[in-house]
């Protein structure tokens, strides 16, 4: 079975950066999707943006203002977070899967979740 790990979670600012990190581990890095997801309280769980087939989407809520990353040798994924909003106060997930999607329940592993919290 896949691990992920996720970790950079934290409090910060309106304005400020966050830098998300996803340490998987089990198989080969480079054969997944992976794809960053969020969920706020009395929300459903979306995503934020994804790597796979060579090519990433982004959630237009945050299109200009995240990145996602992936380094295929530390089998890791990043999600780097600029100019952060109140709005993207929530817990952030990894996923990996095999379908290039946005649906959730498509992706096979999940990590525990990091809190992000963006104050006014």
Known sequence: QVQLVESGGGLVQAGGSVRLSCAASGRTFSDYSMGWFRQAPGKER??????????TYYADSVKGRFTISRDNAKNTVYLQMN???????????????????NYAPAYN??????????SS
Do not use: F, M, N
């Open 46 to 55: 979306e995503v934020v943006a994804r790597s796979s087939g060579g090519r």
């Open 109 to 118: 592993y999940w990590g525990q979740g990091t809190q992000v919290t963006v």
């Open 83 to 101: 100019s952060l909003k109140p709005e993207d106060t929530a817990v952030y997930y990894c996923a990996a899967g095999h379908l290039h999607t």
